[in-house]
């Protein structure tokens, strides 16, 4: 049975919701603020399921064209790099360090806060709220049964391919069709996740 995307991304914004009320009381303490992109620049993967990536595919193709195609060669060169083992800033941020897809930016963002300035020791967070958010990413991969996660500009190459996008969509579940690219991006099979 084909995926219902429509569904899936309001059950995904539910849960969204629920750890933000959850949440709250831990980041409310947080020290950050619009244009301090620390998390975006300097921070290792940016993981995303499939889905979460479904989302940012579409956010891309309704910008204009001159700002997607600078994003997608952004996504190209952050590709390049991390095969090479070397970190880059998210593709996503713009030159003022505020997110270009900030009200669909996935989980791993979502979870970020700090009780301290990241550049006064890293990021300093509640160890209640690592544990929420380790269970909200649970739930978002049951959620998204089918599908995988990994860093976002892999799982977007991902959903690039066509066929793999015709499967995906279908409901289809062949991790063997991705096995290699898989491995070497360090993608995880959703339904297999610990
Ligand atoms: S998607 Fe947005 S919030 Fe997330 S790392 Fe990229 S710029 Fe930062």
Redesign the pocket.
Known sequence: MSLDFKKMQETLQGIYQRYESEAGQFKEQAVCGRGC?S??SVMGK?DIVTVEGIILLERLESMPESEAKEISQGLERDRNLRRKGKKSA?P??DEQGA????HV??F??RQLYSLRKCDQGGPLVHKQAVSLARKVVRDIQKLDDTGYSGHHSFILKLLQNEKFRNTYSAGGFDPSSIKKFGKKHEIIINRFAK
């Not at 997110?99 to 900030?102: A, F, N, Q």
């Open positions: 992109s998390c975006c940016i998210c996503f941020l997110c270009r897809v900030y930016r996935p791993s963002c």
